[in-house]
């Protein structure tokens, strides 16, 4: 089997994750920017974190042979601070060129207040005017079908954004419809705890299809699996989908949104 | 898959998360002090299932999330609880 990890926080995660990733069958790993479970203090902090997912992590991923690629962002739990946010965002061009970078992201809302909101607009400028592909992030739990909607109504506001360019992560079934509906490309995320099983991912597929849907493990120093994603290609394949269809699901649509970006090659 | 082949697959898993629950309300009612609207909203949620209206794990969530729709002013958290505390 082979398939993409289209969402994981390699940083938090120790070498044995990328043995085991690799063993398992992944071709190539992607790392949204996040937050590192704690505030940062400046926008120092997020020079060095990009540093590290730009020329560090892709170096570590390398010695198995496994390609790396990164999206750059305040995360929208540190966006309450809009000066920080301008801080950061002004410091994220000198990464754009950068051979594994990818686009904007994980953006978004976190708790759908008003700052999170003008940090979400900010990064979605800086996506048009750079024209890079968008990770967007929707918040959890209770907040998340409001944060859905009022991302989506963002996105939709800006002529320049174009949908199918843009994946809404996160989903979960009273989100799914949302997201895919509008036209944008929508992330199952597999966690043990919240968000979405495995067994709820396939339910899904079978309900909605599967055009314009990836699912990811999203592991990083909480509570998460990094084989998530071949442990739901068995769920599948427990319930007869065949392989061809597992393969589409979690290696052809990660390669077709991702091949979008240039830089997206293995 | 047939309505047989999900139950084979399934059946076992679910009966031990119905038991589960069963078992989380016993602990809440069994301890002392007052429950908050967390439980209010799992009992809603939980009311959900009752229905035979399809889509149950859509409207589970939907029952346990906020339905407002303008930005709050400020966030003074970072965390999600699960439930929306006004929840009637």
């Given at each position: 089997m082979r398939y993409i990890?289209?969402?994981?926080?390699?940083?938090?995660?120790?070498t044995d994750d990328y043995i085991d990733m690799v063993t398992a069958g992944c071709q190539a790993v992607c790392e949204p920017a996040f937050w590192a479970g704690f505030d940062r203090s400046s926008a120092d902090g997020f020079f060095d974190y990009f540093r590290q997912l730009t020329e560090h992590e892709p170096k570590r991923a390398a010695k198995f042979g496994l390609p790396h690629f990164t999206w750059l962002c305040i995360n929208p739990k540190e966006s309450e601070d809009v000066k920080l946010a301008e801080d950061v965002l002004s410091i994220i061009p000198k990464f754009?060129?950068?051979?594994?970078v990818l686009g904007i992201g994980e953006i978004g809302l976190n708790k759908n207040s008003r700052n999170e909101m003008k940090v979400l607009e900010m990064h979605v400028e800086m996506a048009a005017k750079y024209n890079q592909l968008i990770l967007v992030h929707t918040p959890h739990l209770e907040d998340k079908l409001k944060g859905t909607r009022l991302i989506i109504d963002v996105l939709k506001s800006?002529?320049?954004?174009?949908?199918?360019?843009c994946i809404i992560d996160h989903v979960e079934e009273h989100t799914v419809e949302l997201v895919l509906n509008a036209g944008f490309w929508a992330g199952m995320t597999l966690y043990p705890e919240s968000k979405c099983t495995a067994a709820r991912a396939v339910d899904m597929i079978e309900c909605f299809?599967?055009?314009?849907i990836w699912m990811n493990?999203?592991?990083?120093?909480?509570?998460?699996?990094?084989l998530a994603v071949p442990y739901a290609a068995l769920e599948m394949r427990k319930r007869g989908h065949s392989a061809e269809a597992i393969d589409n699901l979690v290696y052809g649509n990660p390669v077709k949104f991702l091949s979008q970006s240039p830089k997206f090659k293995i | 898959m047939t309505r047989q082949q999900v139950l084979d697959l399934y059946f076992m898993e679910a009966r031990a998360k119905l038991i589960d629950l069963g078992a989380f309300i016993d602990r809440m009612e069994r301890a002392a002090g007052e429950d908050d609207f967390r439980m209010k909203a799992f009992r809603n949620a939980l009311a959900e299932?009752?229905?035979?209206?399809?889509?149950k794990a859509k409207r589970v969530l939907l029952s346990l999330?906020?339905?407002?729709?303008e930005p709050i002013p400020v966030a003074t958290t970072k965390a999600a609880c699960g439930a929306w505390p006004e929840t009637k």
């Open positions: 990890e289209p969402h994981g926080h390699m940083v938090s995660r120790v754009l060129d950068k051979p594994n800006d002529s320049r954004i174009r949908p199918e360019r299809g599967r055009q314009r493990s999203a592991c990083d120093w909480g509570v998460s699996v990094p | 299932l009752s229905k035979g209206d399809p889509a999330s906020d339905p407002t729709t």
